[in-house]
């Protein structure tokens, strides 16, 4: 399913934005996500990291259990966005999270720190746009659980 380019603007817009509200103090990197709904609601994450290291939680995860405990559990498309120039991609736990509720074919935008809009439909380094299927291949889901004999 293809995202309308008005939208997909709008989502990497807000996971640039999302960035703001980062809570990174050891870090110091900030990272913001934006979800979109398959109801076209945009939920945005940031990471929030915690004096006990091990307690932070990425933006990605952040925005993904914002929706899920608003009722939201269906996606169509995820935009990352950091302060580097280079697009970063979403961190090994972050993969999974994301293949529990969202299909292997959904889009992920990643956007360097300067994208633009004018930039939509740029590739690297601007923007990076993968599917859940192509950054996790191979992956285990909930529909393996029902796959028990
Ligand atoms: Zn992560």
């Not at 913001?32 to 004096?51: F, M, P, T, W």
């Not at 299909?103 to 923007?127: G, H, Q």
Request: hydrophobic letters at 45%; proline letters at 7%; aromatic letters at 6%.
């Amino acid at each position: 399913m293809s995202i309308p380019v008005d939208i997909k603007i709008k989502l990497i817009q807000a996971a640039l934005d999302a960035r703001d509200a980062a809570y990174c103090p050891y870090s110091k990197f900030r990272v913001g996500a934006a979800l979109l709904s398959a109801d076209g609601q945009i939920i945005k994450g940031c990471n929030v990291e915690n004096a006990s290291y091990g307690g932070a939680i990425c933006a990605e995860r952040t925005a993904m259990v914002k929706a899920v405990s608003d009722g939201i559990k269906s996606f169509t498309a995820l935009a990352v966005a950091t302060d580097v120039e280079a697009p970063i991609s979403p961190c090994g736990i972050c993969r999974q999270f994301i293949r529990e509720f969202c299909k292997p074919s959904m889009p992920i935008y990643m956007a360097s720190a300067k994208w633009t809009p004018k930039d939509v439909n740029a590739t690297e380094p601007l923007l990076l746009e993968q599917t859940v299927g192509q950054i996790l291949p191979h992956s285990f889901g909930p529909e393996d659980l029902e796959k028990v004999a």
